[in-house]
Protein backbone atom coordinates (compact mmCIF):
# COMPACT_ATOMS: atom_id res chain seq x y z
CA UNK A 1 0.00 0.00 0.00
CA UNK A 2 1.48 3.86 -0.96
CA UNK A 3 1.77 6.11 1.54
CA UNK A 4 -1.65 7.77 2.60
CA UNK A 5 -0.49 11.45 1.82
CA UNK A 6 -4.01 13.00 3.35
CA UNK A 7 -6.92 12.72 5.43
CA UNK A 8 -10.16 14.15 4.31
CA UNK A 9 -12.58 15.29 7.83
CA UNK A 10 -16.25 14.19 7.20
CA UNK A 11 -16.91 17.73 6.34
CA UNK A 12 -14.34 17.45 3.31
CA UNK A 13 -16.37 14.76 2.18
CA UNK A 14 -19.61 16.90 3.03
CA UNK A 15 -17.97 19.62 0.64
CA UNK A 16 -17.63 17.11 -2.05
CA UNK A 17 -21.11 15.41 -1.63
CA UNK A 18 -22.97 18.76 -1.67
CA UNK A 19 -21.12 20.13 -4.60
CA UNK A 20 -19.79 22.95 -2.38
CA UNK A 21 -16.83 25.84 -2.90
CA UNK A 22 -13.54 23.51 -2.03
CA UNK A 23 -15.17 19.89 -3.47
CA UNK A 24 -12.90 20.67 -6.25
CA UNK A 25 -9.80 20.26 -4.21
CA UNK A 26 -11.54 16.98 -2.90
CA UNK A 27 -11.84 16.09 -6.55
CA UNK A 28 -8.17 16.75 -7.07
CA UNK A 29 -7.38 14.40 -4.62
CA UNK A 30 -8.75 11.32 -6.25
CA UNK A 31 -7.56 12.11 -9.60
CA UNK A 32 -4.05 12.14 -8.37
CA UNK A 33 -3.90 8.79 -8.92
CA UNK A 34 -1.80 8.11 -6.12
CA UNK A 35 -2.79 6.25 -2.68
CA UNK A 36 -6.11 6.99 -2.15
CA UNK A 37 -7.19 9.57 0.35
CA UNK A 38 -7.43 8.20 4.49
CA UNK A 39 -10.36 8.54 6.61
CA UNK A 40 -10.63 7.92 10.50
CA UNK A 41 -12.68 5.24 11.67
CA UNK A 42 -14.82 7.82 13.59
CA UNK A 43 -15.55 9.62 10.03
CA UNK A 44 -17.63 6.59 8.94
CA UNK A 45 -20.40 6.74 11.67
CA UNK A 46 -20.09 10.73 11.31
CA UNK A 47 -20.49 10.43 8.09
CA UNK A 48 -23.65 8.23 8.04
CA UNK A 49 -25.08 10.41 10.74
CA UNK A 50 -25.22 13.46 8.93
CA UNK A 51 -26.09 12.30 5.22
CA UNK A 52 -29.19 10.19 6.96
CA UNK A 53 -30.13 13.66 8.44
CA UNK A 54 -29.51 15.84 5.30
CA UNK A 55 -30.41 13.31 2.37
CA UNK A 56 -32.87 10.51 4.54
CA UNK A 57 -33.18 7.11 2.86
CA UNK A 58 -32.70 8.42 -0.64
CA UNK A 59 -30.53 5.67 -2.59
CA UNK A 60 -28.42 7.65 -4.30
CA UNK A 61 -27.52 9.46 -0.66
CA UNK A 62 -26.72 5.60 0.07
CA UNK A 63 -24.60 4.61 -2.45
CA UNK A 64 -22.31 7.66 -2.25
CA UNK A 65 -22.25 6.72 1.59
CA UNK A 66 -20.86 2.94 0.33
CA UNK A 67 -18.63 4.62 -2.25
CA UNK A 68 -17.02 7.15 0.11
CA UNK A 69 -16.12 4.56 3.17
CA UNK A 70 -15.42 1.45 0.76
CA UNK A 71 -13.83 2.49 -2.68
CA UNK A 72 -12.55 5.83 -1.93
CA UNK A 73 -10.97 6.17 1.13
CA UNK A 74 -8.65 3.82 3.18
CA UNK A 75 -10.43 3.79 6.74
CA UNK A 76 -7.92 4.28 9.31
CA UNK A 77 -8.06 2.71 12.78
CA UNK A 78 -8.55 4.24 16.33
CA UNK A 79 -6.26 2.89 18.27
CA UNK A 80 -4.60 4.19 21.92
CA UNK A 81 -1.63 6.30 20.64
CA UNK A 82 -4.32 7.85 18.17
CA UNK A 83 -6.25 8.39 21.40
CA UNK A 84 -3.29 10.29 23.52
CA UNK A 85 -2.48 12.14 20.46
CA UNK A 86 -5.92 13.68 20.04
CA UNK A 87 -5.89 14.54 23.43
CA UNK A 88 -2.95 16.03 22.99
CA UNK A 89 -4.13 18.22 20.33
CA UNK A 90 -7.27 18.94 22.10
CA UNK A 91 -5.40 20.10 24.95
CA UNK A 92 -2.85 22.43 22.61
CA UNK A 93 -5.88 24.06 20.54
CA UNK A 94 -7.42 27.18 21.91
CA UNK A 95 -10.58 27.67 21.51
CA UNK A 96 -10.34 23.65 22.26
CA UNK A 97 -11.57 21.55 19.14
CA UNK A 98 -14.64 18.91 19.57
CA UNK A 99 -13.34 15.55 20.68
CA UNK A 100 -14.55 13.73 17.35
CA UNK A 101 -12.28 16.75 15.43
CA UNK A 102 -9.32 16.06 17.17
CA UNK A 103 -9.45 12.14 16.47
CA UNK A 104 -9.80 12.92 13.16
CA UNK A 105 -6.83 15.29 13.43
CA UNK A 106 -4.87 12.64 15.35
CA UNK A 107 -5.40 10.22 12.62
CA UNK A 108 -3.94 12.04 9.94
CA UNK A 109 -0.76 13.04 12.45
CA UNK A 110 0.05 9.91 13.32
CA UNK A 111 0.34 8.55 9.25
CA UNK A 112 2.28 12.05 8.43
CA UNK A 113 -0.57 13.23 6.34
CA UNK A 114 -1.92 16.37 5.33
CA UNK A 115 -5.94 17.00 7.02
CA UNK A 116 -8.06 18.48 4.72
CA UNK A 117 -11.04 20.18 6.32
CA UNK A 118 -13.77 23.04 6.10
CA UNK A 119 -13.50 23.10 9.95
CA UNK A 120 -12.25 26.89 10.84
CA UNK A 121 -11.72 25.46 14.67
CA UNK A 122 -9.21 23.11 13.46
CA UNK A 123 -6.86 26.51 13.02
CA UNK A 124 -6.58 26.82 16.68
CA UNK A 125 -4.69 23.31 16.57
CA UNK A 126 -0.65 25.28 16.36
CA UNK A 127 1.54 25.30 13.77
CA UNK A 128 3.63 22.93 13.60
CA UNK A 129 1.56 19.93 14.63
CA UNK A 130 -0.49 19.26 11.70
CA UNK A 131 -0.53 20.16 8.24
CA UNK A 132 -3.86 21.27 6.92
CA UNK A 133 -5.74 22.38 4.07
CA UNK A 134 -8.90 24.53 5.05
CA UNK A 135 -11.20 24.33 2.41
CA UNK A 136 -13.42 27.72 1.81
CA UNK A 137 -16.83 28.31 3.49
Partial sequence: MKAI??????????????GE??????????????ALPGISA?????LRLRLG??????PAAQEAIHCYLN????????DRAI?????QLKISASPRIPLIDAIIA???RSV????????????SIPEGLLEQVQLPR
Fill in 5 to 18: ACVLDTSAILVHFF
Fill in 21 to 34: PGADVVERVWAAGS
Fill in 42 to 46: VTAAE
Fill in 53 to 58: REVSED
Fill in 71 to 78: ELTICLPV
Fill in 83 to 87: AECAW
Fill in 106 to 108: ATA
Fill in 112 to 123: GATLIHRDPHMS
